[in-house]
Protein backbone atom coordinates (compact mmCIF):
# COMPACT_ATOMS: atom_id res chain seq x y z
CA UNK A 1 0.00 0.00 0.00
CA UNK A 2 2.88 2.40 0.81
CA UNK A 3 4.25 1.64 -2.84
CA UNK A 4 0.63 2.20 -4.28
CA UNK A 5 -0.09 5.25 -2.67
CA UNK A 6 3.38 6.67 -2.42
CA UNK A 7 3.12 6.53 1.82
CA UNK A 8 5.49 6.38 4.10
CA UNK A 9 5.40 3.19 6.84
CA UNK A 10 4.49 5.57 9.25
CA UNK A 11 1.91 7.27 7.35
CA UNK A 12 0.08 3.55 7.11
CA UNK A 13 0.51 3.27 10.75
CA UNK A 14 -1.57 5.95 11.71
CA UNK A 15 -4.44 4.70 9.86
CA UNK A 16 -7.36 3.32 11.58
CA UNK A 17 -8.50 -0.54 10.98
CA UNK A 18 -11.15 1.00 8.80
CA UNK A 19 -9.20 3.51 7.16
CA UNK A 20 -6.47 0.98 5.90
CA UNK A 21 -9.50 -1.43 4.48
CA UNK A 22 -10.89 1.81 2.68
CA UNK A 23 -7.86 2.39 0.81
CA UNK A 24 -6.76 -1.18 0.61
CA UNK A 25 -9.99 -2.50 -0.92
CA UNK A 26 -9.36 0.67 -3.47
CA UNK A 27 -6.55 -0.58 -4.85
CA UNK A 28 -8.49 -3.12 -6.15
CA UNK A 29 -11.05 -1.18 -7.70
CA UNK A 30 -8.04 0.99 -9.73
CA UNK A 31 -6.33 -1.85 -10.80
CA UNK A 32 -9.56 -3.92 -11.93
CA UNK A 33 -10.17 -0.31 -13.88
CA UNK A 34 -7.02 -0.52 -15.17
CA UNK A 35 -6.30 -4.04 -16.44
CA UNK A 36 -10.48 -3.41 -18.21
CA UNK A 37 -8.78 -0.39 -19.77
CA UNK A 38 -6.08 -1.87 -21.07
CA UNK A 39 -8.32 -4.92 -22.26
CA UNK A 40 -10.21 -2.16 -24.61
CA UNK A 41 -7.14 -0.97 -26.01
CA UNK A 42 -5.26 -4.20 -26.67
CA UNK A 43 -8.77 -5.82 -27.96
CA UNK A 44 -9.60 -2.00 -29.84
CA UNK A 45 -8.52 -3.59 -33.61
CA UNK A 46 -10.33 -6.22 -33.48
CA UNK A 47 -13.74 -4.55 -32.24
CA UNK A 48 -16.72 -3.83 -34.37
CA UNK A 49 -17.77 -0.66 -35.38
CA UNK A 50 -19.94 -0.45 -33.27
CA UNK A 51 -18.20 -0.98 -29.55
CA UNK A 52 -15.64 1.18 -31.39
CA UNK A 53 -18.22 3.98 -31.19
CA UNK A 54 -19.19 3.42 -27.63
CA UNK A 55 -15.40 3.29 -26.69
CA UNK A 56 -14.76 6.30 -28.42
CA UNK A 57 -17.59 8.31 -27.33
CA UNK A 58 -17.40 7.06 -23.63
CA UNK A 59 -14.19 8.95 -23.89
CA UNK A 60 -15.07 12.08 -25.49
CA UNK A 61 -17.86 12.07 -22.95
CA UNK A 62 -15.73 12.41 -20.11
CA UNK A 63 -13.15 14.77 -21.36
CA UNK A 64 -16.10 17.35 -22.33
CA UNK A 65 -17.33 16.95 -18.91
CA UNK A 66 -13.59 17.28 -17.50
CA UNK A 67 -13.62 20.76 -19.87
CA UNK A 68 -17.10 22.09 -18.50
CA UNK A 69 -15.57 21.49 -14.89
CA UNK A 70 -12.53 23.72 -15.73
CA UNK A 71 -14.65 26.51 -17.69
CA UNK A 72 -16.61 26.64 -14.77
CA UNK A 73 -13.77 26.66 -12.32
CA UNK A 74 -11.77 29.70 -14.51
CA UNK A 75 -15.38 31.72 -14.37
CA UNK A 76 -15.06 32.55 -10.54
CA UNK A 77 -14.95 35.83 -10.01
CA UNK A 78 -12.88 36.77 -6.89
CA UNK A 79 -16.34 37.29 -4.84
CA UNK A 80 -17.41 33.42 -5.68
CA UNK A 81 -14.56 32.77 -3.80
CA UNK A 82 -14.83 34.69 -1.26
CA UNK A 83 -18.47 33.41 -0.62
CA UNK A 84 -17.42 29.99 -1.18
CA UNK A 85 -14.34 30.42 1.74
CA UNK A 86 -16.72 31.60 3.57
CA UNK A 87 -20.06 29.53 3.36
CA UNK A 88 -22.02 31.62 1.99
CA UNK A 89 -22.80 30.51 -1.87
Known sequence: MARFYGWLPSDI?????????????SIFVIEAKEKLQKLEIADYPNLKDEARKRIFNAAKKKLDEFKVKDKKQQQL?????????????
Open 77 to 89: SNEDIFRMISGRL
Open 13 to 25: DELTPDEFFTYQN
